[in-house]
C-alpha cells in the first residue's frame, strides 16, 4: 500500500516535468543575439545571413537597384527591424519587392514585415501552401501572402538590372523556384540546395505529401551547372555561399541515393526492406540532425514512389 502511494503522488509530478519539457521544446528560439551579417557578392547583389541564433534561418539574397531594393526571402518577422538595419549599410533605398523561393517560414516569416510596403512575389504554389498549411513562422498572414504570382517563370525589371525566377517542380517543395541575379554571377537557389558545414543530405520533400522529390532538385542543379558561369557564386538555402565545385558534389549525392533506392523499388523492396539493408550506407557520413539517414531514405522513397505513381496517371509524360 505504502508504494502504492509512492507512485500515486509521483504521477502528477511525473506529469508536470514532461508537460514542462514538452513546452520547452516548443518555445521558439532565442533571437535576441542574433546577429546579421552582410556579404557583397558582385556590384549590386549582397547575401544577408543570421548568426547566433539556435535554429537555422534561411538566407536572404538582396538586389539594390537606383530605385529600391529586391529581398529574395526574407526570414523571420521577429529579425525585420535586424535586417532593415543591415540594409541600411549598404544602402538608403526602401526595399520595394520580396520575392519568396518557396513557401517555408524560415524563409517567408519576415514578409510580415517587409510586406507593410514592399510587395511579395512568389510562385503560384507558395500562396496556394501558405493559405492552407500551417507554420508558426508566418505570422499575419493577411501581409505574409504573395500578391504577385506566377507559375513557370518571372522577370523583375528594375533600374540597374533584372532578376529572373525559373519554378522547378517536385523539388524541397512543389513550389520552389531559383532566381538568377542577371548580369551578374548570382544564383539564389533557395531550399533547391543547401550547403551546410559539416554537409547534410540534401532537402527532399519535407511534407511527405508527393510535392517534393529529387528530380526538381536535380534539374535545379543541373540547369545552374549547364547555364552558369564558371565563376557563378550560388546562394544556397542554408549554409555558406557555394560554387559549382560544391553543387556538384551536392548533385552526385542526389543522383547517387536516388539511384541506389530506385533499384530497390525496381526490385520490389519495401521501404523497411532498404533501411535493414543500410542502402544509403555509403552516404552516412551525411548523417546529421534533422535530417538522419532514415529520415532521408523515407522521404526518397516516397518521393520517388509519389513521381512514379504521377508519371504512370499521366501516361508517362513529364
Known amino acids: 500500500m505504502q508504494k502504492s502511494r509512492i507512485v500515486f503522488l509521483a504521477l502528477p509530478l511525473f506529469m508536470a516535468l514532461s508537460l514542462f519539457a514538452q513546452q520547452q521544446q516548443q518555445q521558439p528560439p532565442d533571437l535576441s543575439k542574433v546577429q546579421v551579417k552582410v556579404q ?89 501552401k501558405m493559405e492552407t498549411e500551417t507554420d508558426r513562422r508566418i505570422t499575419n498572414l493577411l501581409l505574409s501572402l504573395p500578391v504577385i504570382t506566377f507559375s513557370d517563370q518571372l522577370t523583375l525589371h528594375l533600374n540597374g538590372g533584372e532578376l529572373h525566377a525559373i519554378h522547378f517542380a517536385h523539388g524541397h517543395t512543389d513550389g520552389d523556384s531559383l532566381v538568377l541575379f542577371s548580369q551578374t554571377n548570382v544564383v539564389h537557389m533557395g531550399d533547391l540546395f543547401t550547403n551546410f558545414d559539416p554537409p547534410h543530405f540534401p532537402a527532399v520533400d519535407t511534407e511527405n505529401d508527393g510535392s517534393g522529390g529529387p528530380q526538381g532538385e536535380i534539374a535545379a542543379a543541373e540547369y545552374v551547372l549547364a547555364k552558369a558561369p564558371d565563376d557563378v557564386k550560388i546562394i544556397p538555402g542554408h549554409g555558406n555561399v557555394a560554387s559549382k565545385v560544391e553543387l556538384n558534389k551536392y548533385l552526385d549525392v542526389l543522383k547517387g541515393t536516388s539511384a541506389a533506392v530506385q533499384a530497390g523499388m525496381d526490385q520490389g523492396k519495401s521501404l523497411e526492406q532498404l533501411k535493414q539493408e543500410k542502402v544509403l550506407a555509403k552516404w552516412e557520413y551525411l548523417d546529421s540532425p534533422p535530417i538522419k539517414t532514415d529520415v532521408y531514405l523515407e522521404r526518397l522513397y516516397k518521393g520517388l514512389a509519389s513521381q512514379k505513381a504521377g508519371g504512370a496517371k499521366s501516361g508517362g509524360a513529364q
Open 40 to 128: 557583397k557578392l558582385s556590384e549590386n547583389v549582397y547575401v544577408l545571413q543570421s548568426q547566433g541564433a539556435t535554429a537555422g534561418m534561411g538566407n536572404i539574397g538582396a538586389f539594390v537597384g537606383d530605385d529600391g531594393i529586391v529581398l529574395v526571402d526574407a526570414q523571420l518577422v521577429e529579425l525585420g527591424p535586424k535586417i532593415e538595419a543591415a540594409l541600411k549599410t549598404i544602402s538608403d533605398k526602401p526595399v520595394k519587392y520580396v520575392l519568396n523561393t518557396h513557401w517555408h517560414g524560415d524563409h517567408t516569416g519576415g514578409n510580415a514585415y517587409f510586406g507593410k510596403s514592399a510587395i511579395i512575389i512568389a510562385q503560384d504554389n507558395v500562396r496556394k
